[in-house]
């Protein structure tokens, strides 16, 4: 059994801000912020729009590029729709502050009236956790077949437009896989599939990257009046130092497969599975697609393990930083411009709040 992805889409918000364009309004520059972080530009949504409408769209692209790929059997999206086992939205931007999920409105709209909904709430890190999650609900039940994974986010909505060392590094945006469980091998000659992930958290930088207003903690008062919508704060220089150590942890993880996890729960078939599987090299991995946060963290991790820079794949430049959506975004992007192909082992890895972090290692 293998869980593939069988195909991508992604959602983009048509209003382009360039540096440009936020140095009209703030004290910034397209230098500074080129120069720290390789951002350009970002997409930024309409204030009447959903993260759900944007986490719809691109869902709904996949399922299209599914049929037109003639990757399914089903020729309408309707149809496919249905075929939808399970929906896992990763996003921090929820329509609603938990209650609903978002993912049951992303099922509601894609008309997936036979899938399971859920949301996951990992941050930047949320397509990696997603992917995983959906690989074990498909896993466990022999009638489930198809997953929508995606990440949505809708950042500009909980953003301080005054506060320059934050509102210029994000952006919106969702991108989408399809996933199904095929009867292709997992392991050995011809695999094929998400063949393991890293899923990790450290709750102590919790307060590192923080919407603090909203929830259980800080709950609204009646009668209150605020200066400032709920928005997110961060210790730039903390998430930094955190994330260069994440990227290069999980990538050396994921080509090892020497996670403690793993060594705590092995038994004998899982260590002749890790043999087998133990070693891949860089030189094997064809792209890595990593969470577009900052290229400078990307660049300072591949300089530390020796990984040519050309390997990990950017679009920061265009988009921003679009959390949950920003890995599944380059992943269609990557895809649909044949950047990658069918049996190519494709890495992901990121960061987020939380803090949490984590990576994918994929045959395509
Ligand atoms: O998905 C995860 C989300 N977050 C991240 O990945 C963020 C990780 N952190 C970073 O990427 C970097 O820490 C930042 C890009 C946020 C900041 O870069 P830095 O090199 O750590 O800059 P800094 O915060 O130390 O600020 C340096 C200077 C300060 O001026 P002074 O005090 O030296 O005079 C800031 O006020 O840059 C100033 N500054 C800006 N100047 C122009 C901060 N933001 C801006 C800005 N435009 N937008």
């Known amino acids: 059994m293998a869980i593939e992805i069988i195909s991508t889409g992604r959602a983009i918000p048509p209003r382009r801000v360039t540096n440009n364009d936020l140095a009209g309004m703030i004290d910034t520059n397209d230098e500074w912020i080129r120069s720290h972080t390789g951002i350009g530009a970002r997409h930024l949504a309409d204030?009447?729009?959903?993260?759900?409408?944007?986490?719809?769209?691109?869902?709904?692209?996949?399922?299209?590029?599914?049929?037109?790929?003639?990757?399914?059997?089903?020729?309408?999206?309707?149809?496919?729709?249905?075929t939808v086992d399970v929906i896992v939205l990763g996003t921090t931007t929820q329509d609603?502050?938990?209650?609903?999920?978002?993912?049951?409105?992303?099922?509601?709209?894609?008309?997936?009236?036979?899938?399971?909904?859920?949301?996951?709430?990992?941050?930047?890190s949320g397509f990696i956790y997603g992917l995983e999650t959906a690989a074990g609900l498909l896993g466990v039940n022999a009638r489930r077949k198809r997953a929508l994974v995606i990440g949505s986010e809708l950042l500009s909505h909980f953003i301080d437009w005054n506060d320059r060392g934050v509102c210029v590094l994000f952006g919106d945006g969702a991108g989408a896989v399809l996933v199904e469980k095929t009867a292709a091998p997992s392991e050995g000659e011809g695999r094929r599939g998400l063949l393991r992930s890293i899923l990790a958290a450290d709750g102590s930088g919790a307060d590192s990257l923080i919407i603090r207003r909203g929830g259980s903690r800080n709950p609204w008062q009646a009668g209150e009046v605020v200066d400032t919508p709920p928005h997110l704060e961060m210790n730039g220089r903390a998430v930094y130092n955190f994330a260069v150590k994440a990227v290069t942890g999980t990538i050396e993880a994921l080509l090892s497969d020497q996670r403690s996890e793993d060594?705590?729960?092995?038994?004998?078939?899982?260590?002749?599975?890790?043999?087998?599987?133990?070693?891949?090299?860089?030189?094997?991995?064809?792209?890595?697609?990593?969470?577009?946060?900052?290229?400078?963290?990307?660049?300072?991790?591949?300089?530390r393990l020796g990984i040519p820079e050309e390997k990990f794949y950017l679009n920061i430049e265009e988009y921003a930083n679009t959390s949950a959506a920003s890995i599944p975004i380059a992943l269609d992007e990557l895809n649909r411009s044949g950047q990658i192909r069918r049996g190519d082992l494709i890495m992901t890895v990121g960061f987020g709040s939380g803090l949490t972090f984590g990576g994918n290692l994929i045959v395509w």
């Open 263 to 303: 060594r705590r729960s092995e038994d004998q078939s899982s260590e002749d599975q890790r043999s087998e599987d133990a070693g891949i090299s860089i030189d094997d991995v064809v792209r890595i697609v990593p969470h577009q946060a900052n290229a400078r963290i990307v660049q300072a991790a591949a300089k």
């Open 47 to 82: 204030s009447g729009m959903a993260c759900s409408d944007l986490a719809a769209e691109a869902g709904r692209q996949a399922l299209v590029s599914a049929i037109e790929r003639g990757a399914v059997a089903e020729s309408t999206v309707e149809a496919l729709a249905l």
């Open 96 to 124: 609603f502050c938990g209650c609903p999920s978002t993912a049951c409105i992303v099922q509601d709209k894609l008309g997936a009236k036979n899938a399971a909904a859920l949301d996951i709430s990992a941050a930047c």
